[in-house]
């Protein structure tokens, strides 16, 4: 509890409130500390804990220190060291960046045009469509607040599987002592299965996550508007495709929304909410507050290809691409995007998600633009040679049986050299503040061509993408606002050093005409 005056009253008031109420007791750790020799091996054990654990983060180490300080100061000359650490904190890019989360993770639940009252649609059960690695997890959010879920599929082998994995999931946090067996029976008995869309006329949200392709997907929506009920929310889990022509699949595309789950659905925060030319309002104001109910970070976008973060992603994985045409082996970049704070860099990400997700794409781009002649990626290469990944333990890098620690292979070093000299390229020198300026500017570039056209609503909202679904690090804020941190005029500066290098860098350095304002005038992007 926050307040302004009379601190010792409130501190007795909000006890006497939670006896109240009945609020479970928080066990503090009891420590004996009787010698000094004690005291520093405790601080010690604890240094080396959070030196592990929080190595991006000054503050826990820094309240250690402050523990020390009560072991080996005067109380006042202690309270004093306090302070100044606490200042020196407040005043860090870290405090920074987390302060800018909390307020951007905020200001994302607030649409201009949508009335905080908007009456809401009630949602007393989901249906699923598809019952594999994606549709379970989208199942078991919902499951998880109590919301009944009916899971479709063609055939029963599918279902069994798919109700198998969900299961397992269950009994996993279960051994690790995050839920009863009691609470698993309880969320799969509100799960039920079916082989025929004629069972979701009860459904009150719908929500498709079947193949990426639009052929697909105008089967489904073309029975989704046969079956469901009147106010039915019809929703897809496309990652990239048109969810305007979606809607036109139906009679009613006004009932019809893109809700974008991360894989593994059941873990990643990220809800990104496509928002259709028709979508009813209350359509949408319903997916915001579900979204909050199932603990997902929403964020709503509108419509293009890939949406917020996919789009940004392209632009993104483009950069490391050139960068490893240049000089730099795809090893490096992943070191240098690892060191700024990912938990994995661009490469390692490409091996783990599958590289014939993005083959797949390209190859749907190039089909949907026959006049545009298709200029061939490295990772076509390796799709070509049947290396998609850990999937079949070979990718970027190669993989052992049971492991996923990535091995460096020749094999992909000579397709990098041979791809180099095919365009003529002569390697160079890479340094990792490039490699990380490149990546980071080139997200930030695109994000702000996402503002331009209105397909999010402010900067901040694509920080809440890349922080919750792409793993950008937390203390850095997100891509717009680290890019703010350095400054736009920085930025832009560098961007047009990177599009001096050759035609093709010059295509890709194209920068935002908001960029460029902004860093004319200093101000930041809104």
Not at 261 to 272: C, D, H, I, R, Y
Request: aromatic content about 8%; glycine content about 8%; proline content about 5%.
């Amino acid at each position: 509890r926050v307040v302004e005056t009379n601190l010792i009253e409130e501190a007795i008031a909000l006890a006497q409130d939670l006896v109240k109420s009945g609020a479970p007791l928080k066990r503090l750790r009891d420590l004996e500390v009787k010698s000094e020799g004690d005291a520093k091996a405790l601080l010690q054990a604890t240094r080396e804990k959070l030196v592990a654990s929080s190595k991006n983060f000054p503050a826990p180490l820094k309240c250690l220190e402050t523990v020390q300080a009560s072991v080996e100061m005067p109380f006042e000359q202690g309270l004093t060291f306090e302070r100044q650490l606490f200042l020196g904190l407040m005043s860090s890019p870290e405090s920074q960046a987390l302060r800018h989360i909390f307020a951007a993770e905020r200001a994302a639940l607030k649409i201009p045009d949508i009335p905080a009252d908007t009456p809401l649609r009630e949602i007393k059960k989901v249906a699923v469509i598809g019952a594999g690695t994606m549709g379970g997890g989208i199942s078991m959010n919902f499951l998880n607040v109590g919301i009944p879920v009916v899971i479709l599929e063609m055939k029963q082998e599918a279902l069994d599987r798919g109700v198998a994995t969900v299961l397992r999931n269950y009994e996993n946090t279960m051994k690790k002592g995050r839920m009863t067996e009691q609470q698993v029976q309880e969320r799969m008995g509100l799960l039920s299965t079916t082989l025929s869309y004629d069972d979701l006329g009860d459904a009150d949200l719908i929500i498709e996550a079947v193949f990426e392709e639009m052929g697909v997907k105008k089967a489904v929506f073309t029975e989704l508007d046969r079956v469901a009920k009147p106010g039915a929310i019809l929703a897809s889990n496309t990652s990239t495709l048109d969810v305007d022509q979606i809607a036109d699949f139906t009679k009613r595309p006004e009932d019809v929304i893109g809700l974008h789950f991360f894989s593994p659905a059941n873990v990643m925060k990220l809800l990104e909410i496509v928002r259709g030319a028709k979508t009813a309002k209350d359509v949408l104001a319903t997916s915001i507050q579900l979204g909050r109910k199932i603990g997902k970070k929403p964020v709503v976008s509108g419509v293009c290809d890939g949406f917020i973060g996919n789009r940004m992603l392209y632009t993104y994985r483009a950069a490391a691409d050139a960068l490893v045409l240049a000089g730099a082996a795809p090893w490096d970049v992943d070191k240098a995007l690892e060191n700024f704070g990912f938990a994995m860099g661009p490469f390692r990400v490409g091996d783990l998600a599958g590289l014939d997700i993005g083959w797949a794409v390209r190859k749907r781009k190039a089909a949907e633009n026959p006049d545009v002649p298709y200029e061939p990626v490295m990772a076509d290469v390796l799709c070509e040679a049947g290396r998609f990944g850990q999937k079949t333990a070979m990718g970027w890098y190669k993989y052992e049986a049971g492991n996923r620690t990535p091995i460096i292979d020749p094999f992909v070093e000579q397709v990098v050299a041979d791809f180099r000299a095919s365009k003529g390229v002569t390697p160079r020198q890479i340094s990792e503040k490039e490699i990380v300026e490149q990546c980071i500017y080139a997200l930030a570039n695109e994000g702000a061509k996402i503002l331009e056209e209105g397909i999010a609503l402010r900067a901040s909202d694509i920080d809440i993408v890349y922080l919750n679904g792409y793993g950008f690090p937390a203390h850095r804020g997100g891509p717009m606002n680290y890019a703010q941190q350095v400054g736009w005029f920085n930025v832009v500066r560098a961007m047009k050093r990177f599009g001096k290098a050759s035609a093709e860098a010059a295509a890709l350095w194209q920068i935002s005409p908001l960029l460029e304002q902004a860093a004319d005038s200093g101000e930041n992007l809104k």
